[in-house]
């Protein structure tokens, strides 16, 4: 009887809305980059490249396997908390607000990671994650966003600033006409969301103001050598 209560007593206790939080971020602190290049043999991602631990530098190693893993872990540990509060919570008293707080929570994990000395990524793919937690078909616009900017305009950056920006719009602007509610907690986190992606990748939007941003698909040499015209055009 006494192990009965006790349990009952620990499930109470996970399943409160601050635990739920918690565990959330400690969940997005699971930074997936550094993880499976460890796991894979591969150098540290915070070593190279951008020195960003997220699947566009893990890809910079050349291998695109270790990349999707991580494009794929990253993104599932957004949809986990928020998909399963949203679904499943609603039987021990858990909202549309704290799937919205525990998605922010798993996503700021990623960002500043317990695990990794706070040091983390940008938070595209964890963001897309929490937004296929939230409705499946606002994920997929979003996603679907993402790959129409990026292969119109070839910059990656520019593709995610917009769809950051773009996603608590498609929210609103589609709540009651598809598959989702509007709900304040939600629209709220995706903006905040949004903001922090925007604050992330600061040092891109400076680069694509300065023309100096390297494009998908370009060779190492080749943006190098661009980089190099400009600044003697610069100079000039």
Sequence with gaps: MS???LTENVLNILLHPASVVLLSYLLGSLSFAVIVSKFMGLSDPRSYGS????????LRSGNKKAAILTLLFDAVKGWVPVFWVLQQGGASGLN???AAAAGLAAFLGHLYPIFFKFEGGKGVATALGVL???SPVLGLAIALTWLGVAWFFRYSSLAALLAA???PVYYALASDAWWWRFNGAIFGMLCVMG???VWRHRDNVNRLIAGTESKLGAKKSQTNLEHTDKKSASVK
């Design 96 to 98: 549309e607000g704290v």
């Design 3 to 5: 192990e009965i209560v």
């Design 195 to 197: 903001i922090l992606l």
């Design 165 to 167: 920006v773009l996603a």
């Design 51 to 58: 020195k960003n631990p997220g699947a566009t530098n893990v």
């Design 132 to 134: 296929m937690g939230v």
